[in-house]
């Protein structure tokens, strides 16, 4: 495994994890991590609707859990395995031969493999190599995405309060990491502006961009928002959002793509799972046979749901899709009822 980075440790953010996702890590011996969600409770204003999430028969539910807790259990069970994981290794160039692949770092340092399989995200490298002549470009999203982490033993199912111009996301997400002393929730937010401003943007001053929108949450969220200021655990995690490029190939005789160095858009909320749903099916190619046909099926298939959720996703986020006006909150409301009554109460996500 190389990886970029010196170590998978830093400052972390939450993330949801589907029933699907879930199923992938339980396969591969990671279990007990993060809180189970099985509803979405959505608000306008101060009335909520409540939905059960959608899952298969048997299976596990949904998860809330920070990235580093899925970093360190998945670590553990790499040195299980008695894979190697070559740390600050930047991937500058690939040699391809007839019956193996050679991966070149910036500093020259090369590792010779079977495959070479791409999950470097979406300004990813490989892609570029795959698809010469095309770009890996992240492209801006037009907005900040944060999250405030905070210690609490309250039970949160998965929240989302739509609000004026903008949604605030909560929920339970357990421990931040395996040897964490407490449980904590979870808090996430988007802020619309320019790349520059989302580059440089200090803590302090996202602080303060969120209390000024703060005074007009409902009391529920404004005394949470003073709980996550007041304690001196709470983590807050920020960075500008980027979307990918739509690659024209996924795959050739050696290298292949998975998760957002794949996906037309960036990592939003569904991305982990849809990143280890790519590498199932990955890996159900390389202990089948490998046929071309087999190969392109991959790619149609994984991409087109990439492509849905992704293309969802960022509708949702665009500045000019936020609610701003209390009748636009009312209306938006009143659907979302209908649509619970039609579905009976359950969605997919």
């Given at each position: 495994?190389?990886?970029?980075?010196?170590?998978?440790?830093?400052?972390?953010?939450?993330?949801?994890?589907?029933?699907?996702?879930?199923?992938?890590?339980?396969?591969?011996?990671?279990?007990?991590?993060?809180?189970?969600?099985?509803?979405?409770?959505?608000?306008?204003?101060?009335?909520?609707?409540?939905?059960?999430?959608?899952?298969?028969?048997?299976?596990?539910?949904a998860?809330?859990v920070?990235?580093?807790?899925?970093?360190?259990?998945?670590?553990?069970?790499?040195?299980?395995?008695?894979?190697?994981?070559?740390?600050?290794?930047?991937l500058?160039?690939?040699?391809?031969?007839?019956?193996?692949?050679?991966?070149?770092?910036?500093?020259?340092?090369?590792?010779?493999?079977?495959?070479?399989?791409?999950?470097?995200?979406?300004?990813?490298?490989?892609?570029?190599?795959?698809?010469?002549?095309?770009?890996?470009?992240?492209?801006?999203a037009?907005?900040?995405?944060?999250?405030?982490i905070?210690?609490?033993?309250?039970?949160?199912?998965?929240?989302?309060?739509?609000?004026?111009?903008?949604?605030?996301?909560?929920?339970?997400?357990?421990?931040?990491?395996?040897?964490?002393?407490?449980?904590?929730?979870?808090?996430?937010?988007?802020?619309?502006?320019?790349?520059?401003?989302?580059?440089?943007?200090?803590?302090?001053?996202?602080?303060?961009?969120?209390?000024?929108?703060?005074?007009?949450?409902?009391?529920h969220?404004?005394?949470?928002?003073?709980e996550?200021?007041?304690?001196?655990?709470?983590?807050?995690?920020?960075?500008?959002?980027?979307?990918?490029?739509?690659?024209?190939?996924?795959?050739?005789?050696?290298?292949?793509?998975?998760?957002?160095?794949?996906h037309p858009y960036?990592?939003g909320?569904?991305?982990?799972?849809?990143?280890?749903?790519?590498?199932?099916?990955?890996?159900?190619l390389?202990?089948?046979?490998?046929?071309?046909?087999?190969?392109i099926?991959?790619?149609?298939?994984?991409?087109?749901?990439?492509?849905?959720?992704?293309?969802?996703?960022?509708?949702?986020?665009?500045p000019?899709?936020?609610i701003?006006?209390?009748?636009?909150?009312?209306?938006?409301?009143?659907?979302?009822?209908?649509?619970?009554?039609?579905?009976?109460?359950?969605?997919?996500?």
């Open positions: 495994m190389l990886e970029a980075r010196e170590s998978f440790g830093g400052v972390t953010s939450g993330v949801r994890i589907s029933a699907k996702g879930v199923r992938v890590l339980e396969k591969i011996g990671i279990h007990n991590i993060g809180e189970n969600t099985e509803k979405l409770v959505m608000y306008f204003g101060t009335k909520h609707i409540k939905f059960d999430v959608k899952n298969e028969k048997d299976a596990s539910p998860i809330l920070t990235r580093l807790a899925v970093f360190e259990k998945l670590r553990e069970r790499i040195n299980e395995l008695g894979i190697n994981i070559i740390y600050k290794y930047k500058d160039n690939v040699i391809e031969n007839a019956d193996n692949v050679v991966a070149v770092s910036s500093d020259g340092k090369k590792i010779q493999g079977k495959y070479l399989v791409g999950a470097d995200g979406v300004g990813s490298k490989v892609r570029s190599l795959l698809n010469a002549g095309g770009t890996s470009e992240k492209r801006y037009g907005y900040l995405g944060l999250g405030f905070y210690p609490s033993d309250e039970k949160i199912e998965m929240s989302l309060f739509n609000i004026l111009n903008g949604n605030i996301g909560l929920g339970s997400i357990g421990k931040i990491s395996p040897d964490d002393t407490c449980n904590n929730n979870f808090l996430w937010a988007h802020i619309h502006m320019s790349e520059a401003e989302a580059k440089a943007i200090s803590d302090k001053e996202v602080f303060e961009r969120i209390a000024e929108r703060a005074k007009g949450w409902t009391p969220l404004r005394q949470v928002f003073q996550i200021k007041a304690n001196p655990k709470t983590i807050l995690y920020h960075q500008p959002v980027y979307n990918g490029n739509l690659p024209s190939k996924w795959f050739n005789d050696r290298l292949f793509l998975i998760g957002d160095a794949a960036g990592p909320g569904q991305g982990i799972s849809l990143a280890m749903l790519d590498a199932e099916a990955l890996c159900s390389f202990t089948n046979e490998l046929t071309e046909e087999k190969k099926n991959f790619q149609i298939t994984r991409a087109a749901i990439a492509k849905e959720k992704g293309e969802s996703s960022e509708e949702r986020n665009k000019e899709n936020q701003t006006s209390n009748f636009g909150l009312w209306w938006k409301g009143v659907f979302m009822k209908g649509f619970h009554l039609f579905s009976g109460g359950k969605i997919e996500l």
